[in-house]
């Protein structure tokens, strides 16, 4: 019997965001209708994702108004995006997009005064905490409604963000991967914070979004996203 064999074999590429990041939400300050595509439901998406974001516009709502006022006005003004994908322990990942537009708080604000004054360090805003808080953002806001704890991969300690530069020169970006190792939490909320311990820390900005369950005996998880968008005007 006579014949020849010979290897074969698949490729396959998927292309990440910078820094290795699985988000496709863009390293800029997004036109208007930009914003609508990243955070709005439409039917290009997959199922999953449709359904969240459509329970999810209320959240979306709630600071996009004030953006494009702000916009249309040509007033300075200053704001935060955060933008979700869900990690399972196969490394699957499933991009909900832009999950809150909000502004920062009074407690963010006079910190980074203080900053100008070199008695604290604005660098240190690179602390991302998630919990399970119900409530709608306040500018009077200290801290999450609910963070998690122990169920943090290392126990009552915030995963420490990327710090960059965006595409654009006004905007600072913070990236971090948030995996659990217990519990079943539905995360709601999302805080930048100046230090990694949970339960202190001065909180810049902190998002409300529809529940993302987690599994933490699972090993899920989320990549974090936080733009800190500041424009120019008057």
Do not use: C
């Amino acid at each position: 019997m006579f014949g020849s064999t010979a290897p074969t074999g698949s490729l396959a590429i998927r292309r990440l965001g910078p820094g290795g990041s699985f988000t496709a939400t863009p390293a800029r300050e997004l036109p208007f209708a930009s914003i609508l595509r990243h955070a709005l439901p439409h039917p290009f998406l997959s199922g999953e994702v449709f359904v969240y974001r459509l329970r999810n516009v209320p959240n979306i709502i709630r600071g996009l108004w004030r953006i494009a006022a702000a916009r249309v006005l040509k007033i300075s003004h200053f704001y935060g995006t955060l933008s979700i994908v869900k990690i399972d322990r196969f490394g699957n990942a499933l991009d909900y997009g832009i999950v809150s537009l909000r502004v920062v708080t009074t407690a963010g604000v006079n910190f980074i005064v203080d900053a100008f004054q070199n008695t604290t360090e604005v660098e240190n805003f690179k602390f991302h905490g998630i919990g399970t808080g119900t409530g709608n953002e306040a500018s009077g806001d200290t801290a999450l409604g609910t963070e998690l704890t122990t169920e943090y991969a290392t126990d009552n300690t915030r995963p420490t963000g990327s710090q960059t530069e965006g595409a654009s020169a006004n905007i600072y970006r913070t990236v971090a991967t948030i995996t659990l190792d217990s519990g079943t939490p539905a995360i709601t909320e999302h805080g930048i914070f100046t230090q990694a311990a949970t339960g202190g820390g001065t909180l810049l900005d902190r998002s409300k979004f529809s529940a993302i369950n987690l599994t933490g005996a699972n090993g899920d998880g989320i990549q974090a996203t936080y733009d800190f968008t500041v424009n120019a005007g008057g």
